[in-house]
């Protein structure tokens, strides 16, 4: 019963995630490492659902930042290629 905690906090982290991004699909693969990432912070020892929550959307973000960080670096690598 328990770890219904931490998949209550993984599903609102993922609902408020999906309100401020509305490109997302419902099932994008930022889900399932949502879901890792959550499970592994209850494996070790985290309880609180809203702790977890706050870490799950964090963590959202922080895949987010480093989604354009890339994205940003192909553009550059593109550029240089057709120069």
């Not at 964090?58 to 192909?74: I, P, S, V």
Request: proline share 1%; glycine share 4%; hydrophobic share 35%.
């Amino acid at each position: 019963m328990a770890i219904r905690a931490a998949e209550a906090a993984c599903a609102s982290a993922w609902r408020t995630y999906l309100l401020l991004h509305k490109d997302v699909d419902e099932d994008d693969d930022r889900l399932t490492t949502l879901r890792r990432y959550i499970t592994n912070l209850w494996e070790d020892g985290e309880r609180n659902p809203d702790t977890l929550q706050k870490a799950g959307l964090l963590y959202l973000r922080k895949l987010d930042e480093l989604g354009e960080e890339r994205d940003e670096r192909l553009a550059r690598y593109r550029a240089l290629q057709r120069s």
